[in-house]
């Protein structure tokens, strides 16, 4: 309860509230636009973060995070538009009550929905966290070894079409996360007589050029923009939500918050599949089913309450055990290790009072989404209407001067160009970037988990990886991480939930 208090305390700081608002607006902003994503916001915003100290720069990207995921709903609602995938359901609801000229109800409904989901997983990741990171204490070279693996495993889930797809860009991220000096012999590999590449790619423009540049390209071989959608009126509507609509509401937010949480904390469920599940499921307990689909404002807000209650779970297995819970957090991942810390145990002992200012942090987020959001309504459908012809400079300025400040290197710059390039390519393929940034985090820990493991066994490695309780219980996982993506794909059709595309998993 101290760390608690004294997390608070220190978050009453200019610089801290500045990245916490400022993350939050910023992440709206790049959620709102389409075509943009959270995942896009976090890889690009990552090096502003490089001044900061560990606390302020991770409050920072968990509020981007946070406000992408809404953000996406304006323009679902507004222009029928998902911002990002996991306001795909909300479109269903929202845009029909703004066909009714009750657009800013829905916006409001969606604002308030979308706070109270953050703030309830905010509480679930303060309570259920710490107790959580206790478990990688027992964790030895077979265990990492084994995690690692896991978290592989996932790439299968981090795809929507094609398992093999994300198999391959798996193998693409751990073939870049091998170039360098080798961890055990020391001698380098793959440099191919490029004295920059002996310390390996650089992390940080790889990450820019796969999920920013990669996505100016995209939108600038699309050449289009909101302005060639109808933009509804939001109304003469009040926006905010009076209490007794909240009072319809709060069963369906409740129930659609605890079911974002728990797909939350699967690895690579993600929250298109919440809302979706979340929407499911308030249309099934609802009195009036027959209204879903009309411009119901139960629709909106089950599914929003369940997309921003995935953030919050997502960073359960992030914060705890280092396995990203969506393609966001596994960009998270990149700018946790940046500053230095290693998610487990040491970030709730020796690093408590920056995690702890970062749960607390993010559950401030939600107030301020909410706030933000409340007051903006009215100018938010100018958002949506910036052409992306004026998007794309000032992304790629942003990309250049990112890659650029990080080692002060044209060479990493030349990194970021060449992984955009590629992140285009596999997307327009039906490859998807996210299982490259796991093979590039999880491969080094793999492999070093998997030599130093080898070397203890002594001759006898099968005994030494089957002998520990953990182990076996992360084998079990990752057998049940590999069947997952047939289990997901019969649940899809059960529940009538549309397959993701290839640019999925961005929340």
Known sequence: MFLIFQALFNLFNLQTIIALVGGT????????????????????????????????????????????????????????TPGTPA?????????????KGLGGKALGVSTVSSGIGGFISGLALLLIAPPLSKISLMFGPAEYFLLAVFGLTII??????????????GVIGLLVGS??????????????GLTPLESGISFIPALIGLFSMSQVLTLSAQNKSANAVEIGSLGNVRVTPTLKELKNLWITILRSSIIGIIVGM??????????????NEAKRFSKEPHKFGTGNPEGVAASEAANNAVCGGALIPLLTLGIPGSATTAVMLGGIMIQGLIPGRELFTKYADVTYMLI??????????????????????????????????????????????????????????????????MKKNGFHPAPVVLGIILGPMAEKGLRTALQLAQGN??????????????????????LSPILMERFRRNQNIPTETSDGMDA
Do not use: E
């Not at 299968?156 to 860009?169: E, P, R």
């Not at 699967?266 to 979706?276: E, K, N, R, V, Y």
């Open 25 to 80: 607006i910023g992440g709206i902003v790049i959620g709102a636009l389409p075509g943009l994503s959270a995942t896009m916001g976090v890889a690009l915003l990552i090096p502003l973060t490089f001044t900061m100290n560990p606390a302020q720069a991770l409050i920072m990207l968990a509020s981007i995070y946070a406000g992408a995921v809404y953000g996406g709903s304006i323009s679902a609602i507004l222009i029928h």
């Open 87 to 99: 306001s795909a359901a909300t479109a269903i609801d929202g845009y029909a009550m703004t066909k």
């Open 156 to 169: 299968g889930s981090l795809v929507g079409d094609s398992v093999v797809k994300g198999l391959i860009s």
């Open 179 to 192: 170039v360098g000096v080798d961890i055990i012999s020391g001698y380098p590999r793959f440099t191919f």
């Open 266 to 279: 699967l690895p690579g469920a993600g929250g298109d599949i919440a809302s979706w599940v979340g929407y």
């Open 360 to 425: 607390i942090g993010f559950i401030l987020a939600q107030l301020v989404l909410v706030i933000v959001g409340l007051a903006a309504a009215r100018y938010l459908p100018i958002i949506t209407r910036v052409p992306s012809k004026y998007l794309a400079p000032i992304i790629i300025a942003l990309c250049v001067i990112g890659s650029y400040a990080i080692n002060l290197s044209l060479f990493d710059v030349g990194v970021m160009f060449f992984f955009g390039l590629l992140g285009y390519y």
């Open 461 to 482: 490695p099968f005994r030494y990886f089957l002998t520990s309780p953990l182990s076996d219980i992360l084998i079990a996982l990752i057998l049940l991480s590999l």
